[in-house]
């Protein structure tokens, strides 16, 4: 572990203290309930696909327009030119509706001076409700999403270079696999959070103290664009990796408020064996629950990078709002998940690995990590 391991931890145990007491309290609620079969984490859009492909026409219709939004989107994210090149009515559509973690880029700035932006952009202008000794943290913190360490810089690098190619993530990542620990009494009620029993992590240490602390950050950060994020198994515990399709840009997209409980009236939704004892009411904050993570975006034209301090873009955190009233609810929720307020990472591009966070899987931040 490097020197900015030991930053890392230092920031993520003086910073994340109120997230952190927040995820105990959640913890400790107890589930007493009736055991079933083994069931796999509930995936509604491999069957809702299938049966929208016998629709087609619509269906090719409304991919169109969810890729179309999609890239549009992380081309405002991706450094000035880019950002100039999305169609402008489309991009007054789509940045009220983008809450940011960390400040957004320059060019999104200066937008916001023309007023065109949404209220929770002009607050990060302002002074958060966060002391001022925290906001030094804070401001740690925004520098290391913005300019992330060598190793997660490097990455992002090569997976542009390598044109969004998978082998650059796979081949990052360690042959040893973990299993995946018993979360908050999962196994008690035949809950399989993860794709597989077990995880990989990533050779370079660097790499899993990153993913880690981005888990960290959201869950410290989310208070303050309004919604609590609680870093268990019926929150937030994972993010789907991918590499943008036409850029080859490194992204996760976080999906929080996993399972959210049951309700007659408010979420008459079964969700399988992991939603039992979910103590996550259905609300408004279902709309916050789409979380994107984009690297830095480096210079490179057709496969070659210009010197290794170029960067078109820094990094980026922030929320999808998907307010129903709103572009990310309308074009990227495809119909059969909107109640669930779902954005789907393959509308960013080529999705490598799913990213798996436990909090109270061992003390350690980086062995938190489950990648499969
Ligand atoms: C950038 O290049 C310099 C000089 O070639 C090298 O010392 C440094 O480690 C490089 N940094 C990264 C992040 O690759
Ligand atoms: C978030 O949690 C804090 C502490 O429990 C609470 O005071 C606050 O009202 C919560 N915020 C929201 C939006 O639920
Ligand atoms: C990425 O490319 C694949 C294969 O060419 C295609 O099926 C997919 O729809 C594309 N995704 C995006 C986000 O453009």
């Known amino acids: 572990m490097g020197t900015l391991g030991g930053v890392l931890t230092i920031i993520l145990v003086v910073f994340c203290m109120p997230g952190c007491f927040l995820s105990q309290a959640c913890r400790s609620v107890p589930l007493h309930l009736p055991a079933g079969r083994v069931q796999r984490p509930f995936q509604p859009h491999l069957k809702a696909r299938v049966q929208l492909a016998s629709t087609v026409s619509k269906h090719v219709e409304d991919q169109a ?9 992380l081309a405002l994210l991706g450094g000035k030119q880019a950002a100039l090149s999305v169609d402008p009515s489309l991009a007054h559509q789509i940045l009220p509706y983008l809450r940011f973690l960390v400040s957004p880029p320059q060019e999104l700035r200066a937008d916001s001076a023309r007023g065109s932006l949404h209220p929770s952009l002009k607050q990060h202008s302002k002074m958060s409700p966060l002391s001022s ?27 542009v270079e390598w044109n969004g190619d998978a082998s650059v993530i796979l081949n990052s990542l360690s042959s040893e696999s973990y299993l995946v620990p018993d979360v908050e009494g999962a196994n008690e009620q035949h809950c399989q959070l993860t794709k597989y029993l077990r995880g990989q992590r990533f050779i370079k240490e660097e790499l899993n103290q990153y993913f880690a602390f981005l888990f960290e950050t959201i869950s410290a950060l989310a208070p303050s664009v309004g919604f609590n994020v ?19 840009r490194l992204g996760i ?5 996993e399972y959210p409980a049951f309700d007659e009236k408010t979420f008459p939704v079964h969700l399988g ?13 279902m709309n916050l629950r789409n979380i994107l993570w984009l690297a830095p975006m480096p210079d490179c034209t057709s496969r070659k990078c210009a010197d290794n301090a170029s960067w078109l873009a820094p990094g980026s955190l922030l929320v999808l709002d998907a307010h129903p009233e709103g572009i990310i609810y309308k074009n990227l929720v495809p ?17 490598i690995v799913d990213v798996n966070y436990f909090a109270t899987a061992n003390d350690k931040l980086a062995d938190r990590l489950f990648i499969c």
């Not at 327009?65 to 989107?73: D, G, P, R």
């Not at 064996?273 to 904050?285: A, E, F, I, K, T």
């Not at 119909?335 to 080529?350: H, I, L, Q």
């Open 65 to 73: 327009t969810s890729l179309q939004t999609a890239s549009s989107l």
């Open 133 to 159: 000794f925290l906001w030094k943290e804070k401001f740690l913190v925004e520098s290391l999403i913005h300019w992330p360490p060598p190793a997660v810089a490097d990455l992002a690098r090569e997976a």
């Open 230 to 248: 609680s870093l268990d198994r019926f929150d937030l515990f994972h993010g789907h990796l991918f590499l943008a399709n036409t850029t080859g």
């Open 253 to 257: 997209l976080f999906h929080a408020r």
């Open 273 to 285: 064996y992991c939603q039992v004892g979910s103590p996550l009411p259905y609300d408004d904050s």
């Open 335 to 351: 119909e059969y998940v909107d109640v669930v307020r779902t954005v789907y990472e393959d509308d960013f591009g080529a999705v």
